[in-house]
């Protein structure tokens, strides 16, 4: 049986904030096809960890290899060219659009974020 190389190497990854430590430590192979989980509560350290591996932040400690290739302190630009991007989680809802849009103009209706009372694109909600 042919050993499997791996096409995502991260070996003992950490990166600490002051004397806060958002990534400790992390380790782990990807094999081509896997698909692998990253979860953990609010500030567990998810979004560091997909920021060092994109090139947004450099970590402090250990070794991100991309098919054998080191990547880590490459730019973020070229991180993307190898194939490694990621996507932002939207947050907010858009509104259906199933009916067809009011008549009237946006400053006339009224805002209904969090019961604010400011009429809508105001500005000041």
């Known amino acids: 049986m042919a050993e499997r190389t791996p096409v995502l190497e991260v070996e ?5 904030f002051g004397g806060v430590r958002a990534v400790d430590g992390v380790s782990f192979a990807l094999e081509r096809g896997e698909i692998r989980a990253l979860i953990g509560p609010n500030g567990a350290g998810k979004s560091t960890f997909f ?3 994109t090139g947004q932040l450099r970590a402090d400690e250990g070794e991100v290899r991309w098919r054998g290739r080191p990547i880590v302190g490459l730019p973020p630009h070229a ?3 190898l194939g490694i991007s990621r996507t932002f989680q939207i947050t907010a809802t858009l509104r259906s659009r199933s009916r067809p ?3 009237r103009s946006p400053s ?3 805002c209904r974020w969090r ?4 009429r809508a694109g105001a500005g000041r909600c």
């Open 108 to 110: 006339s209706r009224t």
């Open 12 to 16: 003992n990854v950490r990166r600490a």
């Open 101 to 103: 849009p009011s008549r």
């Open 79 to 81: 991180i993307w060219r």
């Open 51 to 53: 920021n060092i591996l």
């Open 115 to 118: 019961g604010c009372r400011t």
